[in-house]
């Protein structure tokens, strides 16, 4: 979440909601249920459902690490908060908090 804000609008679509171990970084995280929605549907059990879930989670797989995204960051480009996110994915995740591979 490196140059991002505090609170980051992002685009959430399906019925799926990720609650990490401990173990697992949250690097965004849904808001609280009185601010979940921006706009659109939002049925009262989905609201509760997903409140405080996670968006963008880092987990250590072996010597490297699983970045996952609750939906897709890039959708449409309808925002540039996640672009952003996800670029910091690309370009930071594979060398911030992996181990180096010794021969």
Known sequence: SAGCRAELPVYYDGSNAIYAKDSVRTAVRLAEGARLRLGGLLWP???ERLENASWCTVERVGNGQ???FASAPTFRGWFRGPLR???NA???GPGAG???VRD
Request: glycine content about 0%; hydrophobic content about 60%.
């Open 45 to 47: 059990e989905a609201r």
């Open 66 to 68: 699983v970045i996952l």
């Open 90 to 92: 690309v370009v930071y």
């Open 85 to 87: 996110v996800f670029h």
């Open 98 to 100: 992996a181990n180096p």
